[in-house]
């Protein structure tokens, strides 16, 4: 009875954070604000349904799944790769050398930099 | 009860790919439609994980591993192509 409330409570929230960040995606003003909600609440979603799905095995079905903590294992660590990379999109679209804040070093951001600027600054190619 | 959770979670998750898919179709830029395309598959994820419960089998996990995977692959691969213009160098 309580491993059944506790499955259906995770199931529950993972239904709520899935739904609520692809909700974020639509409601939010700025490109970069809506990277947000899919990248931290879509990953918790699928993350309680996962830890739901890994306790009705073991508990309901019998047999423990490894194959849940593989597959969390996967979306929490490619989740902020992916992030990142998004980011890097947005950068490189949406803003300029201009709008951009100052590095701090003598190189500018890595989006915006030539490869003929890169080489001279780190002394080899690629 | 573990039904009704599941059915509510199902629901949740379906409705989301289907915000996601209006997103796909009304984004604004290139980089929206990416992140709309990376949130389906992580939901699509999701969905298989619930249906694997609704039907008590684990087969479906190789599905959703695979889902992971080439999700993971084409939402860099397409950021790549964006950020460089070509994928591998």
Redesign the interface.
Known sequence: MIV??L???F??I???F??V???G??KLPD?MM??HA?TKA??L??GG??I??LL??YF??G?F?Y??L??TL??FL??P??GH??A???I???ETRDSLPDTGSDRTWA?FESDAERIRAEGHE? | ??Q???L??????G???L??L??IITA?????R???L??LA??A??LI??Y??WM?T?IY??A??IF??TG?IS??SY??F??RGDII?
């Open positions: 059944e409330i499955i259906s409570v199931l529950v993972s239904g709520i899935g739904l960040g692809s909700v995606l639509v490109p809506r990277l899919p879509t990953t979603g699928v349904a996962l739901g799905s009705f095995f309901v079905v047999r799944s194959h849940e593989m597959i996967f979306l490619t989740a790769i992916t990379f998004i890097k999109v947005h490189h679209r949406h989006t690629l | 009860m573990i009704i959770a599941l509510f979670a199902l629901g949740c998750f409705l989301a790919i915000i996601n209006y997103k604004s830029g290139i980089g929206d990416i992140l709309a990376d949130t992580i939901n994820i999701a994980t619930l694997g419960i008590e684990t996990f190789e959703s591993m992971a995977m993971f939402t860099v950021t790549r964006i950020l160098e």
